[in-house]
Structures are given as C-alpha cells and as structure tokens.
C-alpha cells in the first residue's frame, strides 16, 4: 500500500494562507489523493480529494504535483475553526474497496 | 439527516468483558468501515464491509469481529477485552468510489 509523510505540526496565524505538505512518493496511476481533517474530539471530514489535476471548493484547494509525488493542501484564510489535525490519504483502489490508508496527519495551530 | 450514529459515546470495559459498538447510517450506504484511533496515532482500519452479507478484514482486526445483516447497520463486536482495546472508535460509511463520512466516535477505555 502507498504512504503518505506529512510534517508532523505547521503554525499559522489567522486569516493567512496555509499551505500543508504531502509527499507520497509510491503514488500509483489510479490513487486518488483524499485530504480529510479532524477537529478536536471529533470524526473525520472530508476536505477536498484529487487525482491529477488541481482542484478548489469552498474549504479549500489542492495543488498536485506534475508526477504526483507530492501534495499541496491550500487554505486560503486560516481561521480559528481551521485548528485540526490534517490527513493526506491515498485511497487503495487495488482491490476494488476503496479503503483508506491514514498516516498521523499535521496538527494544524492558528494563531489568533 | 442524522448521517452516521454511533452508540454508545462514552464506555468502560473490565478485562475479559464483551461488548458491541453500535453504527448505523441513514444514507443508503453499500459500504462501511470501522476504525479505531489510539491517541496521538492516525486512525487504522479494523474490518470493513462492501454490502450486507460482505465482510472483510482490515489492518488490526485481531480480538474484533463484525457483522452485516443490513445495508443501515454495522455492528462491531468486542470478545474478552483487553487494555490494548482501549481507543476510539469510528464508523464511517460510503458509495463506491466516494468520499466516507465518519460517526463522531465511541470512546472505550478496557481497566
């Protein structure tokens, strides 16, 4: 199964752009990459997911590299409610489940 | 639209107990998956199932065992627990090829 390696924490003041690093070197053609993020004592949720091309909604945007080797999860105004821990996810689609692989993820702080 | 429920929040355990950790969705849902959490840790995969009937095992499926008599619920069952047992656990569900929407959690701690 490909892995994900994410910095462990990233600071951010508030209402500035967050730019959150992923690198997923043994990506394979058909992995979609999946970033979720988790908010104190709470499930995960979805953020935003990709394949090849860069994609944008309303939470956030997603820079992919051109060999897909690497991520890039964009906020572009952190703001308090921001404060979570990040995942970037490669859904395993080899045997056809679709299942997640989660690493320990980015603990996000923003600075008021 | 409750989404994904978990029962019950909050629960602890004697060594050597059972239980069963209670996950249902509302979403019409073929697929669902039970994780469990360790603290400071991501979030690994336990069992997970493609439709009623259909079960499969995950990464850490040892002393859990689940089953899928409908496409709403997906209970997991907890045989003779241990302290290592002790985490959060999540439930999600999701179509194919779709994003998983996760319940809010069951805290176990196993004494």
């Known amino acids: 199964d490909a892995k994900t390696t994410q910095p462990n924490s990233m600071e951010s003041n508030e209402e500035e752009p967050v730019h959150l690093p992923c690198n997923h070197s043994?990506?394979?053609?058909?992995?979609?990459i999946h970033w979720y993020r988790q908010l104190p004592s709470q499930g995960p949720e979805y953020v935003i997911h990709g394949l090849t091309s860069n994609v944008n909604n309303r939470m956030a945007s997603l820079a992919i590299a051109e060999d897909r080797k690497s991520s890039t999860l964009i906020l572009h105004r952190a703001t308090l409610r921001d404060a979570a821990v990040y995942y970037c996810?490669?859904?395993?689609?080899?045997?056809?489940?679709?299942?997640?692989?989660f690493g320990t993820g980015t603990r996000l702080k923003v600075l008021a | 639209n409750a989404g994904v429920t978990q029962t019950p929040k909050f629960r602890i355990l004697k060594i050597g107990q059972s239980m069963t950790l209670q996950c249902a969705q509302d979403?019409?849902?073929?697929?669902m998956y039970w994780y469990r959490q360790d603290p400071g840790m991501g979030l690994k995969l336990i069992y997970y199932?493609?439709?009623?009937?259909?079960?499969d095992k995950g990464e850490v499926p040892n002393g859990y065992n689940v089953s899928r008599s409908t496409t709403e619920d997906f209970p997991l069952r907890l045989e003779l627990a241990a302290p290592s047992q002790t985490s959060v656990y999540f439930c999600a569900s999701s179509l194919p090829e779709n994003i998983q929407y996760f319940g809010a959690g069951t805290r176990l701690s196993v004494l």
């Open positions: 996810i490669l859904r395993d689609v080899g045997s056809g489940t679709y299942k997640y692989i």
């Open positions: 199932s493609v439709g009623a009937g259909i079960t």
């Open positions: 043994t990506i394979s053609g058909t992995d979609y």
């Open positions: 979403m019409n849902h073929n697929y």
